[in-house]
């Protein structure tokens, strides 16, 4: 046998038929079965993503708490009771961070103040009459 150089056109042909023999011997393989929708799978895709929602609102209104002081051990008021006397009127039990016991008279127009009660006026489980 001689050796003989194949001209390039005819390499180009020749890759290009076998290219596409392969392709169509490729595509022509058995299709795998798509799998069942998984209710698991997209109920997980919901909640996972609104969990993490959830979680970072928490954490920033946390934040928020302790930044500007809104509530918590270090307040400089806070509610013992709530009494209500009307409609829209109630009597709110206040005590500030020095220990004074102030009693608040709430309504639609106005917030008054009624009286400033003693640690003794204030129990802390009221105990129930036999």
């Known amino acids: ?39 698991v799978r997209e109920l997980l895709g919901i909640v996972v993503p609104l969990g993490f929602m959830i979680l ?13 002081g809104m509530t918590g051990s270090g307040a400089h ?24 016991i102030l009693a608040i008279g709430v309504s639609a127009q106005s917030v008054n103040l009624i009286t400033r009660l003693e640690q003794d006026d204030v129990a802390a489980d009221p105990e129930p009459s036999p």
């Open 77 to 100: 008021l806070s509610v013992l009771q709530i009494l209500p006397v009307g409609p829209r009127e109630r009597v709110v039990l206040l005590k500030t961070r020095a220990g004074r």
């Open 1 to 39: 046998m001689s050796n003989r150089i194949v001209p390039a056109h005819i390499a180009v042909a020749l890759a290009i038929f076998l290219a596409t023999i392969a392709g169509a011997a490729w595509g022509a393989a058995p299709d795998v079965a798509a799998p069942a929708p998984s209710y």
């Open 56 to 68: 970072a609102l928490l954490l920033v209104l946390r934040l928020l708490r302790r930044r500007y």
